[in-house]
């Protein structure tokens, strides 16, 4: 098997945009954490074990969108132009639903940080509230939609 990051000589290596145009590109993902409703009520009221929830869990999404690249090898470090992460309640789960979306220019995509800041935001909510209880479940993350470069834009249905 051949893969595309892997040189004749069998050594790994990023995979070469130079020839790319810079564009405009973005990335949306989204995650969940469920958790007993006990747990639920502590992140809604405030009252976490460590403090305020989901403010914290947004900023770790934030920092650890800027650090995608440090995080995955053979991912290239990007100038990133915007990051923004939503983590919200959702009684019906009961837990939190994070969205995040990230822009850049440049010449290759941000799925990749936009899933790490997803990701990131749902670990620091189960760090924030394990105190309370262990009973919690990330659920599936994914890249919902993507947009600029050569392959184009590209959604999921929802």
């Known amino acids: 098997m051949t893969l595309s990051h892997v040189a004749p000589d069998g050594r790994a290596h990023m995979v070469d945009v130079g020839g790319k145009s810079v564009t405009a590109r ?26 305020d929830v989901l403010s914290t869990a947004e900023v770790a999404g934030v920092m ?9 090898p053979l991912c290239h470090p990007l100038p990133l132009d915007q990051i923004e992460v939503r983590a919200e309640l959702d009684a019906a789960l009961p837990g939190v639903r994070v969205e995040a979306v990230v ?18 935001t749902l670990l620091t909510v189960y760090d924030m509230v394990k105190a309370a209880g262990h009973d919690l479940r990330i659920g599936e993350i994914v890249l919902l939609e993507k947009a600029g470069g050569q392959g184009g834009d590209w959604r999921r249905d929802r």
């Open 26 to 51: 973005h990335a949306v993902a989204a995650g969940s954490i469920t958790m007993a409703p006990t747990t639920f009520a502590l992140v809604r009221d405030g009252a976490g074990p460590k403090g």
């Open 64 to 72: 650890a969108a800027k650090r995608t690249a440090d995080l995955i």
């Open 103 to 120: 822009r850049t220019t440049a010449r290759t995509g941000v799925e990749m940080e936009a899933l790490t800041a997803v990701t990131v």
